[in-house]
DNA sequence: ACCTGAACACCGTTCAAGT
DNA sequence: ACCTGAACACCGTTCAAGT
């Protein structure tokens, strides 16, 4: 489902390896994260080592299309989510889903950072979410129930950092991003005491800011103690 | 300066090269995380790859002692500010310098998650940070700064969130932690508008709470939308 | 005691040889 | 066209041989 309309169609033992292939790696890389061997996957779908990499020419390839999955799979869960009677409990119920997802499979949150950067079809899957993200997040800020400069960037990189900071302790008590999810969306809720520090995030093409412009950008140092001379980018 | 104090004294060369050797790895680690090689660090510190072994018995070892400085340094960061006239704004400079240091070291963030568990030197260390932690935390949190449901266990593990959030534009945006720190301490703001879902977690002995038992646990399921039957451990 | 470098079992990746 | 498995350059780790 994923690269499937490539081109002319694939030969019927080669559709079907394929399918063995990522069928084999989702099953293998959700247990293990992404780090568990080519190797393994290919014992565990039955074929050659080096048939992994005539379908994928590198494993972060493969890893990409599986994550690609996932993030379709939650931007369908966004969709569904995107007339909801309350945009607010809308956009948490997303945010659970979304952390939910990642400590299920441990590969898509380690992956998100290696690859993200320059592969072309987590890209797309990325921005679809995004999207779908930026349109639960406004419909959540125009009911009032987060506050106005927070974006759906920002909502999709915090929920990393709240499956992120339960980690650690995933084996003891995996439940306890539930804990951190709480504390983050406290963070995010009308009415907002301070601005945020810094222009929101920008994972889109430009280096930052073009076409319609983050809502809550530039906004003054607020709370902040330490020396941060604001926004300068590269030092 | 990190386990020095063992058995006899090393040897005049011994010493010289295991110094070297943690000054390589530092920087090599710092620069590239722990994911640089071995071989690579030995080249560095100009000897050879097996005295590297002899040194740590293995690489995660290695990477546990430049973590535990890393760990010491925080922790005195924030021994210095247990005593500052202004709690709350003492608690937000040292999460900033927590931050700040994951961002020049990508090592120490990685390095938590799969050595915390079982490395004697690293628990020692961690738990250390962890201790001051909840002193700058509990004075805070009684100034009314900070809702009174949130540990120092809490502030460390959100801390790898923040930070692990803006990594994957940390190259881009390299300032973008201070914007998530922000929303995060925005959440652990007084007043709470609701109580924080789960107990707070324990990384200390015990599987779930003995001694001194965190503030605010066991709260109502507040603002889940999604079914979550509460605190169960493992399923 | 400590250092060295060859050797080992792994890894991701390549590619000639098969069908 | 596609699959296979041997081969390659790497990795972390071990260990006999040196000083």
Redesign the interface.
Known sequence: MSAASQSRPLRADAARNRQLLLDAAAMIFAEHGMQASVAQIARQAGIAKGTVFRHFPTKDDLVAAIVCDQLDYLSAAGTALSDAADPT?AL??FM??VVELQTRDRSLCQA??GI??DNQEIQACADRLTKITEILTERARLQGGIRGD?TGQ?VI?????????????SD?????W???L????????SP???P???P????FRS??GDGQSPPGARAPT?????D?RG?????
Chains 1, 2 share one sequence.
Request: glycine share 4%; no cysteine.
């Open positions: 409990a948490l119920e659970t889903s998100a950072v993200f950067q927070v920002d990189l915090l929920l990393r950092g709240v499956y992120q900071a339960a980690a650690p302790l003891r008590q995996p439940t306890l539930r804990r951190f709480a504390v983050v969306f406290e963070g995010l809720r907002a005491a301070y945020l520090p810094l929101a995030p920008d994972l280096p930052l607020s709370l902040q103690i330490r941060d926004n300068s980018e590269e030092p």
